[in-house]
């Protein structure tokens, strides 16, 4: 059974920092590129950043680039998200996701689409204050 579990959101003051994780478990993770996408209430889920099935590439929504970055550790199944510089805008609930395509070779184009995941965690909530 497939499970991914985001930890690390909260309360932060504007320019403050975060650092979001997702464990993952019941495939091989090391296999497939993850992604993190967060939603607003009455809002379609947005693209955040993606990295590659091994750490080499990452692709960043233009709105977070420079502030936000991805990582992944394959010897312990986790992705995070490290923010900083933190804005009222970035207040949403945060999701990880699992790529559906096998070692994908190009990271661009489809993978900032949600329908290209067919994993997801629960969420986790990230709120900034102004």
């Known amino acids: 059974q497939v499970q991914l579990v985001e930890s690390g959101g909260g309360l932060v003051q504007a320019g403050g920092s975060l650092r979001l994780s997702c464990a993952a478990s019941g495939f091989t993770f090391k296999n497939y590129a993850m992604g993190w996408f967060r939603q607003v209430p009455g809002k379609e889920r947005e693209f955040v950043a993606a990295?590659?099935?091994?750490?080499?590439?990452?692709l960043y929504a233009d709105s977070v680039k420079g502030r936000f970055t991805i990582s992944r550790d394959n010897a312990k199944n986790t992705v995070h998200l490290q923010m900083n510089s933190l804005k009222p805008e970035d207040t949403a609930i945060y999701y990880c996701a699992a790529d559906s395509s096998l070692r994908r070779t190009v990271l661009a184009g489809t993978i900032t689409n949600s329908r290209t995941y067919n994993y997801w965690g629960q969420g986790t909530q990230v709120t900034v204050s102004s």
């Open positions: 990295i590659s099935w091994g750490g080499a590439r990452t």
